[in-house]
């Protein structure tokens, strides 16, 4: 059974570089037909989709993000990872890794979640 | 962006009780519709994907219809369990889109 699990700094400073990762185990990440996706959720507000990444390092992103997101993917370690540069207390929020079974899809499996905390 | 609106932000209601919730999009998204269930610190949960397909485990209570515009979300009969709040994502366009959720709590 695939299982996402996020990990990286809790706090970040501002103007600083978010790094996260995402884990997958249980299933190959270049199995080909998943789209491994971010997602984040801020403090007692709704979901916001970050961006998407297929195994062959093609990459969908949310514009409003863009121009400071980075989303990468590691074969070799069967890992995902989102950077986000120049973050701001605006960026605190849950982050979630998630997968899509289908370009089209919805996300069937999440990762627990990791909160980031942007403060100097 | 397709925006997506839920209608009510929140509802009461009892064990029980047939539960509807509703999700419109500001424009055609065919039956790219999916809805999860989150519950305090969880991760989402998918439970419908394609607007009415049930996600395996999910119990047949739930159900979901529509397509286009305007869809909804079913609880046939509330369970306790079933106390928490929801979220329509569209996926038919980028970028993907929820709704800003309906919470359902105990009346």
């Known amino acids: 059974q695939v299982q996402l699990k996020e990990s990286g700094p809790g706090l970040v400073k501002p103007s600083q570089t978010l790094s996260l990762t995402c884990n997958v185990s249980g299933g190959s990440i270049s199995s080909g037909g998943y789209y491994w996706s971010w997602i984040r959720q801020h403090p007692g507000k709704g979901l916001e989709w970050i961006g998407y990444?297929?195994?062959?390092?093609?990459?969908h992103y949310n514009p409003s993000l863009e121009s400071r997101l980075t989303i990468s993917v590691d074969t070799s370690t069967n890992q995902f990872s989102l950077k986000l540069t120049s973050v701001t207390a605006a960026d605190t929020a849950v982050y979630y890794c998630?997968?899509?079974?289908?370009?089209?899809?919805?996300?069937?499996?999440w990762g627990q979640g990791t909160m980031v905390t942007v403060s100097s | 962006d397709i925006q997506m609106t839920q209608s009510p932000s929140s509802l009461s209601a009892s064990v029980g009780d047939r539960v509807t919730i509703t999700c419109r999009a500001s424009?055609?998204?065919?039956?790219?519709l999916n809805w999860y269930q989150q519950k305090p610190g969880k991760a989402p949960k998918l439970l419908i994907y394609?607007?009415?397909s049930l996600q395996s485990g999910v119990p047949s209570r739930f159900s979901g219809s529509g397509s286009g515009i305007d869809f909804t979300l079913t609880i046939s009969s509330l369970q306790p369990e079933d106390f928490a709040t929801y979220y329509c994502?569209?996926?038919?366009?980028?970028?993907?889109?929820f709704g800003q959720g309906t919470k359902v709590d105990i009346k």
């Open positions: 998630a997968r899509a079974p289908g370009y089209s899809s919805g996300f069937d499996i």
């Open positions: 990444i297929y195994y062959s390092g093609s990459t």
């Open positions: 994502q569209q996926s038919h366009s980028f970028p993907r889109t």
């Open positions: 394609g607007a009415s």
């Open positions: 424009q055609s998204i065919r039956s790219y």
